[in-house]
């Protein structure tokens, strides 16, 4: 098992968001984390990534136990999150962005190729300044200095937030390819079918607790899904 | 007329380095440190004390340097820790209150123990000519200096991995830890560093004219000046605003009067929050 | 008074019946009165430090109303005493105006400086940092107004107020009840403001300003309002210490002596409350004199005071060591008797 939460509580000023959470990820696995507003979706994904401290249970990293590491740590470690609000380095260059991913070293020939090869529109863009990319290419640019650093781990938020449905669908078929380059990807989705388009499992989160767990046709099965979040009466 | 831009330049020089240590650690969290100039006291009276007992010059301001240094680094491990923990809105007002103290306790000590203290570091030497303009040597070398440390400076932070680092930190300190940098490491060095410029400015400084004990609250006032003219958290911006905040200093206080000078910096820093609050180099 | 009516849910935030509102003032009143007859009237030393003490708690009255109340750190209470200080001298020395319409004048002054600062700070949507350092650069560069203006202000030699109630300078007991009196006045001042509207506005713009715009308080009319009064109060006791002292100069009004005090006196009063810059003057006035003979120490001792309140005791001195003693108290028996200032009780709330 690549990753593993097991337990796994947190939440805010001492008010718990999501509680009892077991999830795993497999090496070359796609996970989706479904869930609507709220549901705590952002809040299990910062627990895992080191920005928000646990308050019970555990996370690991092939084994090796990394519940309490600060963020920079676990990105040592080869997990890397891309937050749905992206927090690229505004004033510096779209490459200085993707050379930084790979912090403390210098980042892989064939990282920063196979980042040109999935996202093509960055290359005669790698002098311009990050802070003033349109949003989409923002996205390309958070997914892609996450890539330099040749994670373990891919997470991704909301990868499809505040781009037109055209774009998603891009950026989904985007993950698909990494996919197929053998990425272990977890991601968390609102847009339940993108989502579960590139999806090997995925597990439902509903008011901070895991409800459901299955692939990607069991739950596209499953009423209660069709309901809730694919909108079919 | 060259002869006072000259003079202001070089003046200039000496004020950007200072700017740099104060607006590095802004914007690492938004922290003004107001005991930087106790700092830059510290190291010149270490250094002072050093040389009368006999150590060579230029080993004296090394071991100047280093201990402004380590008063950074351990400002950072001790009184900033409470201060960083606090979210931005309260950090503030804390980080300028206990380095405000620290302030108070820095300069007490130091005119506590030796109240007529004081760095001179005279150069011997005829006035070099530069551009026709005889310029002492004890500014020729100061200058020299800090212009050489201040090239290190851009280059770090321009092309060095950790000067990367150190600056993704300043625009976007989440992005810097999902990168795997450690905002808290790249503080604690970057007091170090600023504690290390303030004492190389005290060194330079007294090449040109005495520092002393009670001099510390003003290199406080000019590194603000200067840091919040070329735009907190600008390395490159705190050079070009001292160079030429020097200009404007050595021209007003030769055209106008000694005493408008500073008045005209201190209005220059205040222009400058009111129309371009991120620095006339701000981006 | 058009403010924007305030939501029933800021009204609600008024607790303490009008009439007990100025019980404590009414306390502080009658001990400003008594004390010198039962101590240290006939001790000329011990009264000029009871005045030092009183025209440092109107300083820091004036400050509290400014960064207490509404968050804006002005770093130029020296600069703002000083206005009133100059302005009494000047006029009485070099235009021969009586000494009251220097009095008014510099208070004016330093009440319109101190709007001017407030409006263009709220103007600009300025910070606490930029705030602060906007007005420390204001501070100093008075200061060497004060040095450079020789032909005004005397410069580094200071000036004499040759038309100075000799009464007052000679019996500094006169000098102790016109403190009193103004720092009395001061203080219900701010009572009045604090039950007020304004009250109900400070309070809502302390706890969280952008709540306190969307719930219709006028935030940037209250700012400029507070600077005004608090710059009006810093400028009265500058001009008024002029006048008792009969003699003033740079010193007396730079940044490290007079800015550094107030917020030491305001942070361990605490913040925003009513009697806590009062308390602290007096506490400070002995710390003071038993600093007196220590010279450099005095320095040393205030930064480190400065550090540890900020650490340890964000709500001031007195709030703090009261929470302990009701920690060690049971409840009931502490009961109504020991209630906090009005805006501390506030915050705890919250
Ligand atoms: N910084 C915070 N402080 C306090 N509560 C928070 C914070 N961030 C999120 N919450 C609360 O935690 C709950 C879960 O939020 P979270 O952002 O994890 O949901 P989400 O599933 O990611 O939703 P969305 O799909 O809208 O992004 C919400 O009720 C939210 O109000
Ligand atoms: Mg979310």
Redesign the pocket.
């Known amino acids: 098992m690549l990753l593993e939460v097991s337990t796994l509580a947190a939440g805010y000023l001492g008010q718990t968001v999501v509680q009892g959470v077991n999830l795993e990820v497999s090496p070359g696995e796609v996970v989706a984390i479904i869930g609507s507003n709220g549901a705590g979706?952002?809040t299990l994904m910062r627990a895992i990534a080191g920005l928000l401290r646990p308050m019970a249970g555990r996370v690991s990293l092939a084994g090796r136990d990394m519940t309490r590491w600060p963020a920079h740590r676990v990105a040592g470690a080869g997990v890397a999150y891309v937050p749905?609000e992206r927090h690229l380095f505004p004033a510096m260059t779209v490459k200085t962005n993707l050379v930084l991913g790979a912090y403390p070293h210098r980042p892989q020939r064939e990282a920063l190729e196979l980042v040109f090869e999935i996202f093509p529109a960055l290359k005669p863009r790698l002098q311009q300044r990050a802070g003033t990319l349109s949003g989409g290419q923002q996205q390309m640019v958070a997914v892609g200095r996450a890539l330099v650093a040749q994670p373990r781990l891919l997470m991704l938020?909301?990868p499809s937030t505040g781009l037109a449905p055209k774009l998603a669908k891009d950026a989904f078929e985007a993950l698909g390819s990494l996919k197929g380059r053998g990425m272990t990807l977890l991601v968390?989705e609102q847009q339940v079918p993108l989502a579960l388009s590139v999806a090997d499992r995925g597990y439902v989160l509903e008011n901070g607790r895991i409800t459901l767990e299955g692939t990607p046709h069991e739950l596209d099965r499953n009423p209660e899904v069709r309901r809730a979040y694919l909108g079919v009466a | 007329m060259k002869a006072v831009i000259l003079d202001g330049i070089i003046l200039g020089l000496g004020f950007g380095l200072l700017g740099v240590g104060m607006t590095l650690v802004y914007g690492l969290g938004g922290v003004l440190n107001l005991a930087y100039g106790e700092f830059a006291v510290l190291a010149a009276i270490v250094v002072a004390q050093a040389i009368s007992g006999g150590m060579p010059t230029v080993l004296a301001a090394v071991l100047g340097i280093l201990a402004a240094a380590t008063a950074g680094v351990l400002l950072d491990l001790s009184l900033m820790r409470p201060v960083y923990r606090q979210s931005t809105g309260h950090r503030v007002l804390l980080g300028l209150m206990l380095t405000l103290g620290l302030a108070f306790v820095i300069e007490g000590v130091l005119t506590w123990r030796d109240p007529l203290g004081g760095l001179t570091i005279s150069i011997g030497g005829k006035p070099i000519s530069i551009l026709g303009v005889p310029i002492a040597v004890g500014s020729v070398w100061a200058a020299l200096i800090t212009l050489a440390v201040g090239v290190v400076l851009l280059v770090f932070f321009a092309a060095t991995t950790f000067g990367r680092g150190v600056r993704s930190v300043i625009q976007d300190e989440l992005g810097a830890r999902l990168v795997g940098i450690s905002p808290s490491l790249v503080r604690t060095v970057i007091f170090g560093l600023s504690g290390a410029l303030a004492g190389l400015v005290a060194v330079t400084q007294s090449m040109t004219s005495p520092l002393t004990v009670s001099g510390g609250f003003n290199l406080t006032v000019y590194a603000l000046i200067v840091s919040v003219v070329g735009g907190l958290g600008s390395v490159a911006g705190a050079f070009l605003a001292g160079i030429l905040l020097g200009i404007v200093d050595d021209v007003s206080a030769r055209y106008i009067g000694s005493y408008i000078s500073d008045i005209v910096l201190l209005g220059a820093a205040a222009l400058t929050i009111l129309v371009r609050p991120r620095g006339l180099f701000g981006s | 008074m058009t403010g924007g009516r305030l939501p029933a849910r800021l009204g609600n935030l008024v607790p303490v019946a009008r009439g007990r509102a100025f019980l404590p003032i009414l306390a502080a009143g009658v001990l400003v009165l008594v004390v010198p007859q039962v101590w240290f009237a006939d001790s000329e030393y011990t009264t000029s430090l009871a005045v030092q003490a009183l025209a440092f708690a109107g300083y820091a009255v004036g400050f509290n109303l400014i960064f207490g109340t509404t968050n804006q750190l002005f770093l130029c209470v020296g600069a703002l005493a000083g206005i009133g200080a100059y302005g009494t001298g000047i006029l009485s020395n070099h235009a021969s105006l009586p000494i009251w319409v220097g009095i008014v004048a510099g208070t004016i002054v330093a009440a319109a400086v101190g709007g001017l600062m407030s409006w263009v700070a709220v103007r600009r949507s300025l910070g606490v940092i930029f705030t602060g350092v906007l007005t420390l650069a204001f501070s100093f560069a008075f200061q060497d107004l004060l040095f450079g203006q020789q032909h005004l202000t005397g410069g580094s030699t200071g000036q004499t107020l040759t038309a100075a109630a000799a009464s007052l300078a000679d019996n500094q007991i006169g000098g102790y009840y016109l403190f009193g009196a103004v720092v009395i006045g001061f203080l219900i001042i701010f009572r009045l403001l604090q039950i007020s509207h304004f009250g109900w506005a400070f309070r809502a713009l302390r706890d969280d300003e952008l709540a306190a715009e969307l719930a219709g308080v006028n935030v940037a009319r209250y700012r400029i309002c507070a600077a005004v009064i608090g710059s009006a109060m810093i400028g009265l006791t500058g001009g008024l210490y002029a006048y008792s002292e009969g003699f003033i100069s740079p010193p007396t009004f730079a940044f490290d002596q007079v800015d550094v005090t107030v917020l030491v006196l305001v942070a361990f009063g605490g913040l925003g409350t009513l009697l806590g810059p009062l308390i602290a003057a007096v506490v400070f006035a002995f710390v003071d004199n038993a600093l007196v003979n220590s010279g450099q120490l005095r320095e040393l001792i205030y930064g480190a005071i400065i550090v540890v309140i900020f650490l340890g005791f964000r709500r001031g001195v007195p709030q703090t060591l009261g929470a302990i003693v009701r920690r060690f108290i049971p409840h009931d028996k502490v009961g109504t008797r020991w209630r906090l200032p009005l805006s501390v009780r506030q915050r705890e709330r919250s």
Do not use: R
Request: hydrophobic residues 35%; charged residues 50%; glycine residues 0%.
């Open positions: 979706k952002t749905a938020d909301e968390a």
